[in-house]
């Protein structure tokens, strides 16, 4: 049980820790290229969350929705 427990925690500061260092960041940063790209402005960039950020939170939230699912069938069992 204690074993189980500190997975889980460990697992969850994983997921707060990355969706954290991809958060969009309140100051732009300097954008690579110059004028002629297509996106380039001068005044920066600013940096939204990878795709995949979004795919893991949705598949932590569904995962855990399908845990307690789990549970509260096998106690009405």
């Known amino acids: 049980m204690f074993i189980k427990r500190s997975l889980y925690l460990l697992i969850l ?3 707060l820790s990355v969706s954290t260092a991809f958060a969009q960041v309140d100051e ?9 790209d ?6 920066g960039c600013y940096l ?3 795709t995949w950020v979004y795919a ?3 598949a932590a939230v569904i995962f ?3 845990k307690l699912h789990q549970k509260q069938k096998a106690l009405t069992v």
């Open 13 to 15: 500061t994983l997921i």
């Open 28 to 36: 732009p940063v300097p954008c690579p290229g110059g004028p002629d």
């Open 38 to 43: 297509p996106g380039w402005t001068p005044d």
């Open 48 to 50: 939204p969350l990878d």
């Open 56 to 58: 893991l939170v949705i």
């Open 64 to 66: 855990g929705a399908y």
